[in-house]
Every structure is written in C-alpha cells, then in structure tokens.
C-alpha cells in the first residue's frame, strides 16, 4: 500500500509562511503526480497545487503568486511553500498522489491523513 505523511501544518500570523511536506512510502513503481488540497469548514475540498513528474504546475487562482509547489521525483516527496498567508487559507492541507503500482501496473490515488493550517488576522 501507499502511504502519504505531511508535516509542517501549524498556526501562524497572517503575513507569515509555513511549508507543507509530504512523503510517499511503499511499493510504487511509479509516481505521475503529487498535488495538495485543502478544505475549509462548511466546504467542498479543492486543489490548491499540484505538480507532475516533469515538473508542470498548476495552482489554484487564490494561491497565485503566494504558494509554491515543488518536487523531488528520487525521494517521492513534495512540498508546499506557502508565503502571505492569509485568514482565508485556514484549511486542513491534504497531501496526494497519483501513480502506478507493480508487478500488476495498476494505477492508484493515495491521500494523506491531512494537516491542519490556521491563520491568525
């Protein structure tokens, strides 16, 4: 099985920053993407940034210039550097992946167990 684990979750004042990490474990062959989620109270989970093997990015617009994602394809990890934060990026932060396990080459989406952000006016 595949098992994500962030780190880095915390409180911080607005204006401050905070860098998620998360690590991938266990029998994977291959991993296309990494991204990460958040959802607030009272809504639906969305992404906030993900990244693929090659390195292309998306980010979600409410992020744009503000978090950074990265991603080192040899340790199956990846990271979230978020800058400026805001009261509005309170969220538990879900860590993803997407990729493809042997011997059988199923492909497979794990999530990690989330990380609490809270932002302080």
């Known amino acids: 099985q595949v098992q994500l684990v962030e780190s880095g979750g915390g409180l911080v004042q607005a204006g401050g920053s905070l860098r998620l990490s998360c690590a991938a474990s266990?029998?994977?062959?291959?991993?296309?993407?990494m991204g990460w989620y958040r959802q607030a109270p009272g809504k639906e989970r969305e992404l906030v940034a993900a990244i693929t093997s090659g390195s292309s990015t998306v980010y979600a617009d409410s992020v744009k210039g503000r978090f950074t994602i990265s991603r080192d394809n040899a340790k199956n990890t990846v990271s979230l550097q978020m800058n400026s934060l805001k009261s509005e990026d309170t969220a538990v932060y879900y860590c993803?992946?997407?990729?493809?396990?042997?011997?059988?080459?199923?492909?497979?989406?794990?999530w990690g167990q989330g990380t609490q952000v809270t932002v302080s006016s």
């Open positions: 266990g029998n994977i062959f291959k991993i296309n993407a």
């Open positions: 993803n992946a997407d990729g493809i396990l042997p011997p059988t080459m199923a492909s497979f989406r794990s």
